[in-house]
């Protein structure tokens, strides 16, 4: 299916790298890494160089912490929205926020896509991608508030929860006016779920792709690559990328990530493989 | 009895010329831009001279050459090895009835370290050689030594069959891979 984010249109077979881009002094991975303005400006113009198509902007870490309101997130984030687009017109913008509010602004700044991570916790934020022609990314959490940690969570079958309420999800964007093909399905690994289900979702993500929409996964570093190997943070690069390519053999199209040039070229040498992709120079035995 | 020919192209008969083995970025993109335009050039009633590979390769330059330049009706056949066979009858040639050949073939595949068959010291001079005679309009080589340097010239020396073809038009002459290739052009 062709994606269209706003005014950039991609093919049917192109898969998207999506940079995260932090404007947080506390998130798992980068550590307030690209907190200060600066920094994330930096952080942009690298991916890019690197051959991001999509950059994620997130005002408030995934995880627990310091309550951070809708004021405080929209001074992380909106200002630097307009910033990047005003300095890079042709990247996707993409803004990872739950709120309509902080979706609105970002929107009115120039972004193209609401990352919406919590899974439709605020019902409006359709109506705001809607209002914008922006695109959005439907995630599946099982119903967790917000920045919480799962804490016993079982599902009868966590694959049919996460087609079932993403499609939902979809559906209910579609309707609300959001067009068709800026509309993007995540099972949103470890949200709402322990290691198990994260790794059940990966071994199985072809019946996600299977439902039509565009699959983004978001694999990176996360802590169900660590406890599979029992690795913490900053040693999960292999184990992501593994992941990365059961998930792109089985089709997804968006790589939600920290290392644009690895998760690219193993996108890419898995979809050569798959005879989705031409080698990109071939001579050997060819002469 | 042979006709009087026209025009003859000479391209090589590396199979990254053909469709099915492309990948996104063109490995002989130089080579493949002479060799359409020589092709282009030779009209649209064409046969093809080489090996069974080469035939092959010939083939789909052709069709890709009939898509590039919209000549309509090309045609081709592989020589049945005694001398090239001239036109069936039939498709139009460029001028004067006389048929155009595209043949197939290539110098040693010993250029260099990295070369299909290694290096050789021989190739250079080998290729040098043929590479005189080919642009005098008459092929000669050691068979012997050809075959020892994985040279391609089962079409090349079909040449020598056609007639004094005069001095050729070089296109392309280059080894970019320790394979010698060339596009050249005879007749009018």
């Given amino acids: 299916m062709t994606l269209r984010l706003r005014t950039n249109e991609f093919a049917d077979d192109a898969t998207l790298m999506m940079a995260i881009v932090n404007r947080t002094p506390d998130s798992f991975y980068d550590k307030g890494a690209t907190w200060a303005e600066d920094k994330a400006f930096e952080r942009v113009a690298l991916v890019a160089e690197q051959g991001a198509e999509i950059v994620d902007i997130g005002g408030i870490k995934a995880a627990p912490g310091v309550e951070i309101d809708a004021a405080e997130e929209k001074s992380r984030v909106v200002d630097f929205v307009a910033r990047v687009r005003e300095a890079f017109p042709q990247l996707v913008i993409s803004v990872d926020t739950w709120r309509a509010e902080v979706g609105d602004a970002v929107c009115a700044a120039g972004a193209d896509v609401l990352n919406d991570a919590w899974g439709g916790a605020d019902p409006e934020l359709v109506d705001v991608a809607a209002a914008h022609g922006a695109g959005i990314i439907c995630t599946h959490t099982g119903g967790a508030t917000p920045r919480t940690r799962p804490y016993r969570v079982e599902y009868d079958d966590v694959v049919r929860s996460a087609i079932d309420d993403t499609v939902a999800y979809a559906e209910r964007a579609l309707a609300a006016g959001v067009p068709r093909d800026g509309i993007v399905i995540d099972p949103a ?52 990328l593994a992941a990365t390519s059961v998930a792109a053999l089985a089709g997804a199209r968006i790589y939600r990530v920290h290392e644009v040039v690895e998760t690219r070229l193993t996108v890419d040498m898995v979809n050569v493989i798959a005879g989705r992709l031409l080698p990109k120079r071939a001579i050997r035995g060819l002469q | 009895m042979t006709a009087a020919v ?5 391209v090589p008969g590396t199979l ?26 030779l009209g649209p009633d064409v046969q093809v001279v080489g090996d069974e590979q080469g035939a092959r390769v010939g083939a789909a330059l052709l069709e890709a050459a009939a898509v590039s330049t919209t000549l309509a009706g090309a045609r081709c056949s592989t020589s049945d090895g005694g001398g090239p066979s001239t036109s069936d009858g039939g498709g139009s040639s ?7 050949y595209l043949v197939v073939g290539n110098g040693s595949a010993k250029r260099t370290e990295k070369a299909p068959g290694a290096f050789d010291e021989r190739a250079e001079a080998f290729d040098a050689g043929l590479g005189a005679s080919l642009r005098a309009g008459w092929p000669e080589f050691d068979a012997r030594l050809a075959e020892q340097l994985w040279a391609s010239v089962e079409g090349i020396a079909r040449l020598g069959s056609l007639g004094d073809l005069g001095e050729a038009q070089v296109d392309y002459d280059d080894a970019p891979y320790g394979v010698q290739y060339w596009v050249m052009r005879w007749g009018a």
């Fill in chain 2, 16 to 41: 990254a010329l053909l469709p099915e083995y492309a990948g996104r970025e063109d490995p002989v993109a130089e080579l493949r831009a002479a060799a359409l335009a020589a092709i282009a050039w």
């Fill in chain 1, 189 to 240: 690994h470890d949200f709402g779920k322990n290691t198990f289900h994260s790794l059940e979702l990966t071994r199985r993500l072809g019946e996600m792709v299977e439902t039509g929409w565009p699959v983004l996964v978001s694999l990176s570093n996360k802590d169900f690559v660590g406890e599979s190997l029992d690795l913490p943070v900053g040693e999960r690069l292999v184990g992501t």
């Fill in chain 2, 6 to 10: 026209n025009r003859v192209v000479l």
């Fill in chain 2, 94 to 100: 460029t001028s004067g009835g006389a048929p155009a």
